[in-house]
């Protein structure tokens, strides 16, 4: 069965840290391209971060560079994105999606809750 599973959200104060991850079951991460998106209730899912199959070149939405970093463990099967100086405009459910480039089969996880406040 195939799957991916986000954890890591959670509530944390403005200027710190967090890390997702994002588990692949049942297909191979690195074969796929990496996505990670976040949504805001009323608005429209929002691309954050991506980490290409070969190389692992890697790109960022501008409202996050710098400050995030996606990264594949591909012993674990796993992608993180790590948070860094978070904003309270980071508040998002964020989603982890892969597709393959030649069948496009895609997949998406649950979400994980990310709250921002003080």
């Known amino acids: 069965q195939v799957q991916l599973v986000e954890s890591g959200g959670g509530l944390v104060q403005p200027g710190g840290s967090l890390r997702l991850s994002c588990l692949g079951s049942g297909f191979t991460v690195s074969s796929y391209v990496m996505r990670w998106y976040r949504q805001v209730p009323g608005k429209e899912r929002e691309l954050v971060a991506l980490i290409l199959n070969a190389g692992g070149d890697t790109n960022y939405a501008a409202s996050v560079q710098g400050r995030f970093t996606i990264s594949r463990d591909n012993a674990k099967n796993t992608v993180y994105l790590q948070m860094n100086s978070l904003k309270l405009e980071d508040t998002a459910v964020y989603y982890c999606?892969?597709?393959?480039?030649?069948?496009?089969?895609?997949?998406w996880g649950q979400g994980t809750q990310v709250t921002v406040s003080s």
């Open positions: 999606n892969a597709v393959h480039l030649f069948s496009r089969a895609t997949y």
